[in-house]
């Protein structure tokens, strides 16, 4: 197998938390401190990670789905997670992104790591899609994630590279 790559081109960076589209806070931010420390019931949680698997399911380029024929396990997964320096800056405010580049001399203050709910997610996509029969060690036997800064927010994207 030659390493497979697919993108994501301006990833939602907020995802809806119930089906009530006139409820109050119906978005939170994807992080994986959001997602699964608490701050969304399991309720809230079951209609995020749903809706992501949806996503990640209908938007890759290529089509997530008529990659498996070409897949060889045991795979390795990378992601590269292209975002502004100031992405903890993004704000949802009356369903309108806010957005706003940063200054020269501004420094980041969020962590890379809070993103590894992109690497869950996509490979529990694989799974559910049935691209790969698991996505236990037999078959995934890493992933890893490196931020890769972008000027402006329609730039940013998400690259995962499935290698052999």
Not at 98 to 115: E, H, K, L, M, T
Request: proline share 5%.
């Amino acid at each position: 197998m030659e390493n497979l790559i697919i993108t994501y081109h301006q990833f939602p960076t907020h995802v809806p938390i119930t089906k009530n589209k006139r409820a109050e806070n119906t978005y939170q931010k994807i992080n994986g401190q959001n997602i699964y420390s608490g701050v969304m019931n399991r309720f809230q949680r079951d209609i995020a990670v749903s809706w992501l698997h949806s996503y990640l399911l209908e938007n890759g380029d290529p089509d997530l789905r008529k990659i498996s024929q070409f897949i060889s396990f045991p795979i390795n997964l990378e992601l590269e997670f292209h975002a502004p320096l100031n992405y903890s800056s993004i704000r949802r405010i009356k369903g309108n992104i806010v957005w706003y580049p940063a200054d020269n001399d501004y420094q980041p203050n969020w962590d890379i790591d809070n993103q590894w709910i992109w690497n869950k997610l996509f490979c529990d996509t694989l799974q559910y899609a049935q691209i790969i029969p698991n996505d236990n060690i037999s078959f995934i036997r890493s992933f890893k994630i490196g931020f890769f800064p972008v000027v402006e927010m329609n730039d940013r994207k998400l690259i995962f590279k499935l290698i052999n």
